[in-house]
């Protein structure tokens, strides 16, 4: 029994690598939709020579999507946002020794003029790694 189930494991796992390595669109970075709008996997760099990521993004339709990250010049994380299909996002900045520094809901309302980005919700504030402050924002503005 133990040997079947192994077989049917491998059996499946072997035919997604397969499957996966067929498609070659879908490991490229920095491609558009047909509407011309990013779609997929973005990458961009500090320096080319070096690779250095200044931010790696994903879109769908032009909107950033799921886990996106961004980077300072010295290759360190300063900034995670996972991004929502209505326009909701999860937070954390961290300082320049990666340490979670803010965290919080915050929303990027896409308007036909303008794209905003606002705190809307609760942002909890760190110093050295510990909480010190909880704060509640409304489109920007705090509240409370």
Sequence with gaps: MKLLLLFIFLTFFTFNI?????????????????????????????DDAKKIPMNKLRFKNGREFGLNRYYSENGKKWLRFKAFKD???????????????RKGEALMIYDPLEIRYCWHGTWKFYENGKKVRTAIYNMGQEVE
Excluded: C, H
């Design 18 to 46: 397969e499957a996966l390595a067929s498609w070659p669109g879908l490991f490229k970075v920095n491609q558009y939709n047909k509407e011309g709008l990013r779609q997929g996997r973005w990458v961009y760099y500090w």
């Design 87 to 101: 326009g909701r996002m999860i937070v954390t900045y961290y300082d320049e020794t990666g340490r979670k520094e």
